[in-house]
């Protein structure tokens, strides 16, 4: 009997002391007492024009490692990239020596309704390459994830310099294999235009209503994972800050979303190997620098079959496919980046490295 | 008594035990023409209202005499234009 009590009265010691952690790191975190710095990783600005930014992390020795570029997606927020002090890619090639540049698109505007795809692929990027080539005294390899990796993936076959090394990470390319974000549009039901609001622009809103239709239970099922984790403030945190990022769309540029729904859902050409952009056709085969396709297995939003046949489409000699257990996300941040992506690009762009012999 | 350690992730279990049931079949939902048509429909009448409503408050603050939205986003469409223009030259 005493031990029966002894065990009630211990469990309700536990969930109390548990609840009241919770309640604590609940109010602390919804009054914005506590929550967790993003983008952290100290940086300078290397370049800027419009609402673009190039940003630069100094890996803080010399230890011969090529520069990295890295192209985030349009329609979020660059700091996906160095999340959190402890869970972010960037710190992860810095402490693997690399010096790290990365992108930042800003957030698009009325002014900016009227960027094409080809005003990032054949302005903004080439640009912000040239400018890390300047600062680094070399030319960057170019790791981009999803439709950054469109962007960086049409530019690599536009530019007859070539980059070192080109990394896709979960870039979509059978848009057919897209599933209900490219059949709403892709069979006539909607028309890109009919998405946009007054400014011009995708609104934010809608971007987050569609990858919320992917997992309709997905936000429920974090806000659970949140609550049961809440006690533990490390993990709240870690969680805060993902979701808080995943609820942060910035508004897409109209004109990119027309020509991304006409060009390459309905007509599906990136998955054809040519694109025609700014009345130019640019072709994958064109693409020759070492090249590697990454792709998570668990993905929902770029799913394996949409992603895997960009290493079949481009010229490369050395075009490789890499599959991670991996959501879209969890390529770059969490466990599955610090255990599986980072530790496999890496490794990768070292042998490309010793491949070429020439230290490029 | 003695599963009361077990209780407070119980809830949790049962949770994730629905999702993981109810997950698929709503994500097999969302992919059905029929949710697709319906979602095609509620987004035209969603733009239909919203610009009429649009518009007519435009028009009512225009009859005031007073600047409506529309307006000032036609006279800042003018100003961006100048200033690409004038950075371009």
Redo the contacts between chains.
């Keep these: 009997m005493t031990t029966?009590v002894n065990?009630?009265v211990s469990?309700v010691r536990?969930?109390a002391d548990?609840n009241a952690r919770r309640t604590l790191n609940g109010l602390r975190l919804v009054g914005g007492l506590d929550r967790p710095n993003t983008g952290c990783t100290p940086h300078v600005a290397m370049w800027r024009e419009d609402r673009a930014s190039l940003w630069r992390y100094r890996a803080g020795m010399d230890t011969g490692r090529p520069p990295v570029l890295l192209v985030p997606s349009l329609i979020n927020r660059s700091h996906i990239w160095d999340l959190r002090p402890g869970d972010s890619f960037v710190e992860g090639l810095l402490d693997r020596g690399y010096d790290v540049f990365l992108i930042d698109w800003g957030t698009a505007d009325?002014?900016d309704s009227d960027n094409t795809m080809s005003t990032y692929v054949d302005h903004y990027l080439p640009a912000a390459y040239a400018a890390a080539t300047d600062a680094a005294g070399s030319p960057p390899a170019v790791l981009a994830h999803c439709f950054g990796g469109v962007i960086a993936t049409l530019w690599a076959a536009t530019v007859t310099e070539q980059p070192p090394a080109l990394v896709a990470l979960g870039v979509p390319t059978n848009w057919a294999e897209m599933?209900?974000l490219a059949?709403?549009t892709q069979?006539g039901?909607?028309d890109p235009e009919?998405?946009l609001d007054?400014t011009g622009n995708v609104p934010p809103a809608t971007m987050l209503r569609a990858f919320q239709?992917?997992?309709?239970?997905g936000d429920?099922?974090g806000y659970?994972t949140l609550w049961?984790r809440l006690h533990d403030r490390r993990a709240a945190q870690a969680i805060w800050a993902l979701t808080d990022w995943a609820h942060d769309h910035v508004p897409f540029p109209g004109a990119a979303f027309v020509e991304m729904i006409r060009r390459l859902s309905r007509d599906n050409a990136l998955y054809t190997g040519e694109v025609l952009l700014g009345d130019r056709p640019r072709s994958l085969k064109s693409i020759t620098c070492p090249f590697l396709n990454v792709y998570g297995t668990h993905d929902h939003v770029t799913p394996p079959d949409s992603v895997s046949p960009l290493t079949g489409l481009v010229g490369s000699a050395r075009a490789h496919t890499l599959a991670l257990q991996a959501g879209h996300i969890g390529l770059l941040v969490g466990g599955s980046a610090r255990k599986h992506t980072l530790p496999a690009v890496t490794n990768w762009l070292t042998t490309v490295r010793s491949g070429n012999g020439s230290g490029t | 008594?003695?599963d009361?350690?077990a209780?407070?992730?119980d809830w949790?279990q049962v949770?994730?035990a629905v999702?993981s049931r109810?997950?698929p079949r709503?994500?097999r939902?969302?992919?059905t023409d029929a949710?697709?048509?319906t979602?095609?429909v509620a987004?035209?009448v969603s733009?239909l209202v919203r610009r009429s409503a649009?518009n007519l408050g435009n028009g009512i603050v225009e009859a005031l005499g007073l600047p409506s939205s529309r307006q000032v986003?036609q006279l800042?469409?003018s100003v961006?234009a100048l200033n690409r223009g004038r950075n371009e030259s």
Excluded: I
Excluded at chain 1, 213 to 217: E, F, K, S, T
């Design positions: 029966v065990r009630a469990w536990d969930t548990r009325e002014q599933g209900p059949h709403v069979q039901r909607l009919d998405v007054d239709m992917l997992r309709p239970l429920l099922a659970v049961d | 008594m003695a009361l350690p209780l407070p992730t949790k949770f994730f999702e109810l997950s709503l994500e939902l969302v992919r949710f697709l048509d979602l095609a987004n035209g733009r649009g986003r800042q469409r961006d």
